[in-house]
Every structure is written in structure tokens, then in C-alpha cells.
């Protein structure tokens, strides 16, 4: 495969399909859920926690579903609108996956390139080909303003100050370690302009380290249509922009 995919196939998707996130999580639920109320109601005595915990799995997966389906799609429409973006931006989504923030993003630059970087991981999320994410651009008529390549976001390849804005979405915390995690905080910030700006999804544990391993920014929570099934996987968002050396102090976003 080469790294860097210029070219826009063909497609019949009337409109973009973003996948999954994480599909096993919710399908391991499903079916713990379902073998749960069927064991309780195979059984007289003791049945109600084992329907209960039926209960909240399922409930759990219905949560996660619709999350990744369709409140996060509803919540980076919003986020990228509080942006402004002038429309002229270069922008770079990190672990762009099947390209729902790539895609968003490229949406409101007319006249700018969202370029979008990742290793293409099944696990991650179902179907996650660059050629899924190139035929989602066409259906969402962007394909003339955005690229894909095959990076490792601990190691962009890209210059120093090459963007105007980096984004991510619930993909750092997939490197395995912190370290890691950190060093692509770091590359983040590398190919930013000064000034640009960072905004980066992910757990809310993970993001509270981000923001205490740069030293600035602000981070909040992005709500219930953000949870992965349960307000302990919820989502919050850093925001920082990245200084300028010829301007003192960090800018506060």
C-alpha cells in the first residue's frame, strides 16, 4: 500500500458510513446481555440480578451504539462550528479512521485541504481502509479537498509548523504507551503554526494527562452523547493553542 492516497475510487454510498468504534465492545456486550436474560428466565429463584445485569449490558451496548453511530457525529458537527474556521485552513486529523471528523472538518474548507493520518486498524474500528475513508469524502462531495495517508501519529511525516489546525478523535489512547501517548501530543504540536490550534477527543483520564503533560490548554467534558456506554467512558476535549515563541507566555485558548 503506498502512504500517501491521491486518488478518489469510484463509489455507489449515497451517503458516508463511519463504522463502528471498537466493534467487539459492543458486540461481546450484546451477547452477555442477551445470555444473561435468557439464563434468568430459564430459572425461577435468584433470576432478578442476573436479569438485571442482562439489563445494564444491553442497556450499556444500546449506549455505546449510538454514541459511536451517531452522538459524536452530532458532536463534532457542533465543536467544528464553534471553531470558525475562516474555510481557508490546512487541517490535519489524527487517526483519521473512516473519516467522520476528517469529513466534517473538510465540509467547512472550501477553499482549505483536511489531510488525514492512520494505520488502519480493524480493531480500532470496523472496516478501517483508507479506501473507506477516500469513498466516504466522495459521497460527502469533499474529495477534491481532502487527502489520506499511512502514518504513525508518534511520528507525522510532516514539517514543523505545517498546519493551521490538528484534530483527533478517541485515537491516542490506542498507543500502548504513555510514553507514547505523549510523544504524539508532542508531534501534534510540532506540525502546528504557531497560533494554530489543537483540539483532541478522547477519555477523560486520558485527556486530563494530555493537558498536564502540556502545561496548558483547557478540557471539558463533551456530554452524554459522547459516552461509550457509561459516564465513566465519556469523552472530554482539549483545546490549546500553540505558542508562539516570538509572543512570551502560551496563549490560553
Known sequence: MSDNTNSFPPTSVRRPRYGVDAPTVPALLGTAGTACLLAAARRRPGRGPVAGAGALL?????????TTLRGKLHIWERELEQAGLRGD?????????RGAV????ARRLPKGRAVGVDLWSGEDQSNNRPEATLANAAAAGVADRVEVRTADMTELPFPDNSFDVVTSALALHNIPSFEGQYRAVDEALRVLRPGGRLLLADFWFAVRKYATHLGHGTHRGLGPGYWYGNPLLGIALLHTVKPDPAGGAAPRP
Open 89 to 97: 485552513e490546512k487541517l490535519l486529523d489524527m487517526g483519521c479512521g
Open 58 to 66: 444491553l442497556a450499556h451496548a444500546g449506549i455505546y451504539l449510538h
Open 102 to 105: 476528517l469529513i466534517e472538518a
